[in-house]
């Protein structure tokens, strides 16, 4: 499986962005993606994913503001995230869960300025 991230940027505190994650490769073999970032200094952290079966999860400090989504006929799921705080400032990560292993992308930094 391989996963491609972008959509990343620098954007005033209270804007928007939407990443994409494009995965190819054998993915059908995915059970679930999602987004985890990483702040500079910090361990990273899940934000939100999806499964297969269409079960959505979000990190509590994002619920309202990030919506995650899926285009199955593009292989492609989207993160779109509204009323950016410059604490959302980090490397985006997508993320595909398979068993047995879990695959990364190669990130994409979003920069919130207050």
């Known amino acids: 499986v391989q996963l491609q991230a972008s959509g990343g940027g620098l954007v005033q505190a209270g804007g928007s962005l939407r990443l994409s994650c494009a995965a190819s490769?054998?993915?059908?073999?995915?059970?679930?993606i999602g987004w985890y970032r990483q702040a500079p200094g910090k361990q990273r952290e899940w934000v939100a994913s999806i499964s297969t079966g269409g079960s959505l999860g979000y990190k509590d400090s994002v619920k309202g503001r990030f919506t995650i989504s899926r285009d199955n006929a593009k292989n492609t799921v989207y993160l779109q995230m509204n009323s950016l705080k410059p604490e959302d400032t980090a490397v985006y990560y997508c993320?595909?869960?398979?068993?047995?292993?879990?695959?990364w992308g190669q990130g994409t930094l979003v920069t919130v300025s207050s």
């Open positions: 490769g054998r993915i059908f073999e995915i059970n679930a």
């Open positions: 993320n595909a869960q398979t068993i047995p292993k879990d695959y």
